[in-house]
């Protein structure tokens, strides 16, 4: 998968729920779709964790499939501490 969409609507909720998130940090996103670690959250869900080389700092970003599953939309993006990193691999599987 190398493509995920973001409405208008996912980059609101975004900005305005997680001030600590930067529209510069949002540039790491398609690396991050990429080459992050891909983790099974619920049917047609998906979260990403990813781990900013230059930074250190761990992102986590939500991905929904609507329709027949062809169309991917990006519904979060903020940071991510160890305890919510715990948290997401203890209820989801690992996708390569």
Not at 15 to 27: N, R
Not at 50 to 60: G, I, L
Not at 80 to 90: A, F, G, H, T
């Amino acid at each position: 998968m190398g493509i995920a969409y973001l409405s208008c609507a996912s980059l609101r909720h975004i900005l305005a729920d997680h001030p600590d998130v930067k529209m510069l940090d949002m540039l790491c996103l398609p690396h991050m779709i990429k080459h992050g670690r891909w983790i099974g959250d619920r049917a047609k869900e998906a979260c990403v964790v990813y781990d900013h080389p230059e930074t250190s700092t761990r992102y986590k970003s939500a991905i929904k499939a609507v329709g027949e599953g062809y169309e991917t939309y990006l519904t979060t993006f903020h940071r991510l501490n160890d305890r919510q990193l715990k948290s997401i691999l203890k209820r989801g599987k690992e996708i390569v």
